[in-house]
């Protein structure tokens, strides 16, 4: 963790923007607000209705035409062989769909051994424009969001193709996957990765489904507390994993701080926290359960990320 | 005479910094593909780099620096008084006030030329307020007085600005630093067209006051004895010192100390005659600011220091000797 850009995001806890960072994107969308994305086992699953790249066919040649997370349209004339990924979650895929080589640029936040002579350009928000120009990278991935207005613009102007992915809910990691597979040409191994993701959900799931489902209060760290909204993937990993969010009825549909009287209010049964997450001492009289780092991270590995929750919610049930 | 050398070697210096600028960054350049982009002649890559991310950068530097340095001069003359400047006195936040304010509730999109106009309404609330609790409190406008108010009026605003950044959206929270503590890391081409059509014809207007500014550092009376009018020229410089100022914070957002700095500097040197005060000051501004950026790019890179903590660094030690000696005089 870089202490200068805890420094540089003044207000925001230190887990938090590693979060935040990770996640991406916080700003208000009201169509992220919808409490009803259940998941669907893999057969019957429905693709997202905002565009489906689940129907191109697979012989579709190049150039391909790609609608981005940010509503944009690009196009592709070719694979992109140099690649920079600003976004840690786009990264981890990349990777499982064996692009490793084609990485070019990451950030600071991605900590994978085979990335490690692979160069960063800084944060994934506001990275390092020049170090990110000079990598002459052919795709760039990138956030979506409100935070950083100033990199998609300076790509604009140095004539560098982009990608927006703004993985909030399970869908939109479900149609980064696809759009990342189609990018590189590689759509098979991308719908694998997510009938595996769905798969390993649909598992935990199942196990759980008989349990009673506790009322938990996640917190992201910060006094007062930044908690999960009903908007993200970190609130349907909850559901799925045999919890109820007890701050899903309020009006933040992403993540955002809320005072501790409200979550004393909700008749919290326990609180849900990332290691070393900073919790404000009204509420340390509950109950407390851990989760260790790298389940905020929205990619495939979201399936593993249920377990863990699942396990230390219904730990009897995982014997 | 004298003038003229010192404003070559300035000259000089201006261009050295925005040389050095474009030459260092967080990419390590060869000074030949400097020299080559600057010519039209580079690599695509490079190119980019030097043209459209660091000279206009660079260019932005010259500008804000200049322009607050230069307002910085003016209020203090107009003021007679050595710690007058947009920061200190609570204009340079009232401006980013009047941009966020802008800017959070949608009237202009981050590069416009309606944002300095914004800025500027931010600029001269805060001026009405500064001399309002300042003459309420004492009609002869006491050093102590205008200071405090200043600082009382700054962080007024500053609390504005940061309850507007929080009613907005809670993403703007990472660009409240750049309102709070300076940054040119937006500059584009565009935004250095916006202040330069702002700050240029401006400060072309307060080097015209110079002169009238000389009798008024004497006396407001003896001026207006000399022929000046001296509400006019109060209310002009005032006016187009406090725009200079918003043009640049518009953009750059609240950076500290260079107009106290630089003037100050320039008046050890080259003595108090605005003739030559004022253009020295605009050129000493613009390379002091443009070296800070570099230094607040280069030191930790590629993460970058908000610009107004190097400002501080050099310019809260000169301060409160400033202060010092004010006071006991």
């Not at chain 1, 998609?152 to 980064?176: F, K, N, Q, S, W």
């Not at chain 2, 935004?191 to 702002?198: D, E, L």
Request: proline content about 7%; glycine content about 10%.
């Amino acid at each position: 963790m870089n202490p200068l850009r805890d420094f540089l995001s003044p207000g925001l806890p230190l887990g938090l923007v590693a979060i935040l960072l990770l996640v991406g994107c916080q700003d208000p969308d009201p169509s992220a607000g919808q409490d009803d994305r259940e998941m669907t086992p893999p057969e019957a699953h429905t693709p997202p209705d905002r565009q489906d790249p689940t129907t191109t066919p697979e012989e579709e040649g190049w150039p391909r035409t790609l609608q981005d997370q940010a509503g944009r349209t690009l196009e592709l004339t070719h694979p992109p062989t140099r690649i920079v990924s600003l976004v840690p979650a786009a990264t981890a895929i990349l990777l499982e769909l064996g692009a490793t080589d084609r990485l070019v640029g990451r950030t600071d936040y991605d900590d994978a051994p085979t990335l490690e002579d692979v160069p960063s350009v800084g944060g994934g928000l506001n990275p390092s424009i020049e170090r990110l120009v000079v990598l002459e990278p052919e795709l760039v991935v990138r956030f979506e969001g409100q935070q950083d207005r100033a990199t998609p613009r300076a790509l604009d102007r140095a004539g560098i193709t982009h990608l927006a992915v703004r993985p909030d809910g399970i869908d939109d990691i479900r149609e980064m996957a696809l759009l990342l597979g189609r990018a590189l040409g590689r759509m098979e191994r991308a719908r694998e990765l997510l009938t595996r993701m769905d798969q390993e959900l649909e598992e935990v799931r199942d196990r759980v489904a008989h349990a009673p489902r506790p009322r938990v209060a996640f917190l992201l760290g910060g006094d007062p507390p930044w908690v999960v909204g009903p908007g993200t993937f970190l609130h349907e990993l909850l559901e799925i994993a045999g919890g109820e969010n007890a701050l899903a009825e309020l009006e933040a549909p992403l993540y955002a701080p809320v005072s501790v009287e409200e979550i004393l209010r909700q008749e919290v049964d326990l609180i849900l926290a990332l290691e070393g997450a900073q919790i404000p001492s009204a509420l340390r009289r509950l109950p407390l359960v851990q989760l260790p780092e790298g389940v905020q991270s929205p990619g495939v590995d979201i399936g593993r990320s249920a377990r863990e929750i699942s396990r230390k919610l219904h730990p009897e049930e995982w014997r | 005479m004298r003038g003229l050398v010192a404003g070559a070697i300035l000259l000089v210096a201006v261009v050295l910094a925005v040389f050095f600028s474009v030459r260092y960054g967080a990419v390590h350049l060869s000074t030949h593909d400097v020299l080559q982009s600057l010519l039209g002649e580079g690599g695509a890559t490079e190119s980019f780099i030097v043209l459209e991310h660091r000279l206009p950068r660079a260019l932005l530097g010259v500008l804000v620096g200049g322009g607050l340095a230069l307002a910085g001069a003016v209020f203090q003359a107009l003021l007679r008084n050595p710690l007058a400047e947009p920061y200190i006195l609570g204009i340079s936040g009232g401006a980013a006030a009047g941009a966020v304010l802008a800017l959070a509730l949608g009237l202009t999109s981050a590069v416009s030329w309606l944002l300095p106009g914004a800025a500027f309404a931010g600029a001269l609330l805060a001026i009405a307020l500064v001399f309002g609790v300042a003459i309420s409190a004492d009609r002869r406008l006491d050093v102590r007085v205008l200071l405090l108010s200043g600082v009382v009026v700054g962080a007024f605003f500053s609390a504005c600005i940061a309850l507007i950044l929080a009613l907005a959206e809670a993403e703007m929270v990472r660009s409240a630093v750049l309102w709070m503590m300076g940054s040119l890391a937006g500059a584009t081409w565009r935004s250095v067209g916006v202040v330069a059509a702002y700050t240029l014809p401006a400060c072309l207007l307060l080097l015209a006051l110079a002169r009238a500014l000389n009798l008024m550092s004497i006396g407001e009376e003896t001026a207006s004895y000399l022929g000046t009018e001296v509400e006019t020229v109060k209310r002009l410089a005032y006016g187009v010192a406090s725009m200079v100022a918003a043009a640049g914070v518009a953009f750059a957002g609240v950076i500290g100390f260079v107009g106290l700095v630089i003037p100050h500097g320039v008046r050890l040197v080259m003595g108090s005659d605005h003739r030559i005060l004022l253009p020295l000051s605009f050129l000493a501004g613009g390379a002091f600011l443009t070296l800070a950026d570099l230094l607040a790019r280069v030191l930790l890179s590629p993460a970058e220091i908000p610009i107004g903590v190097v400002t501080a660094f050099v310019g809260v030690p000169f301060f409160l000797v400033l202060l010092r000696r004010s006071l006991r005089a």
